[in-house]
């Protein structure tokens, strides 16, 4: 496995931390991670393209190159991940040939150009200092004609959903750099040279009570956020499906997959 040498800023370690303390337990349970129908769009593109390599930025524990099931055609897949405690979860969990894991940061990636035929990113790009260079990054080490999938939980494209989810999100993750619309995701794609944008979504079902305990989280935001779905508009609430059962709530979660294309 390969290792990042450059001095990462405050934030940066913060998030290293982050996924640091996770990393042993990060797939664990149910939720999203564990969601194969997340993927279902990146997955169709795979099989459609039959890819010889393939870069997964921001892959964390190898979690969605694992739902491509890479050993049936053998190719080079590439986990690339900021956090080394991240990537080992991937090699415990994983030793197919062909599969290899790579320490760096999304906006520096060690490859030539043109060294894949793919590259996807799952919920990584909230993370990345800047999106449209790590986007940049992602264009320079495609190959031409070779397609760029990015599977985001955004929220829905109205307000007042867009604004109720954006606290949601900086209240129980404020480690987040960038909170990603479906509309945003594709202008950075677009600015990073990608055309021929095309975006699917996906509806899944949600825990909130999942959600908390999947990692840490002070009472007193704990609390917080169990008011803000109580006081969530009610355009919000039936949008999502709200369903009240205890203590906990079941709501709907928005993915998109936009997938852009290298023209070159
Ligand atoms: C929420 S996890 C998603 C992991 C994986 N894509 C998945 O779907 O299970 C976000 C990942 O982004 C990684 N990450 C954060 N900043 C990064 C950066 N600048 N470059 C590369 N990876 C980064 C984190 O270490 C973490 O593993």
């Known amino acids: 496995m390969s290792r990042l040498s450059s001095v990462a800023s405050e934030e940066e370690r913060s998030i290293q931390d982050h996924f640091a303390e996770r990393a042993s337990s990060y797939g664990a ?12 769009h990146v997955h169709d593109e795979w099989l459609r393209r039959r890819p010889g390599s393939l870069i997964d ?23 690339c991940d900021v956090s080394l405690p991240m990537l080992r979860a991937v090699d415990r969990a994983q030793s197919q040939s062909g599969r290899r894991s790579v320490v760096a940061d999304a906006e520096a990636l060690p490859f030539s150009a043109g060294s894949f035929d793919m590259a996807i990113c799952r ?11 790590a986007a940049r990054e992602v264009y320079r080490v495609l190959s031409a004609h070779s397609v760029f999938v990015v599977s985001q939980i955004v929220p829905f494209d109205e307000e007042p959903d867009l604004e109720w989810w954006t606290q949601l999100v900086r209240m129980r993750q404020p480690s987040r750099r960038h909170e990603l619309s479906r509309d945003s995701i594709c202008d950075v794609l677009r600015a990073s040279g990608f055309v021929f944008l095309r975006t699917e979504e996906y509806l899944a079902r949600s825990s909130l009570d999942g959600w908390l305990r999947r990692y840490d989280c002070p009472v007193r935001t704990q609390a917080g956020i169990r008011q803000h779905f109580a006081s969530a508009p009610r355009s919000v609430a039936e949008r999502r499906k709200f369903e009240f059962k205890s203590q906990d709530v079941e709501y709907t979660i928005r993915w998109v997959t936009v997938t852009g294309e290298k023209n070159l």
């Open 123 to 133: 919920q990584a790009f909230h993370y990345f200092g800047s999106p449209v260079t």
């Open 57 to 79: 930025v921001g892959a964390g524990t190898g979690a969605a190159t694992a739902f491509l099931q890479p050993q049936e055609n053998s190719p080079l897949v590439v986990d």
């Open 29 to 40: 349970g149910p939720s999203w991670v564990n969601d194969a129908c997340s993927l279902r």
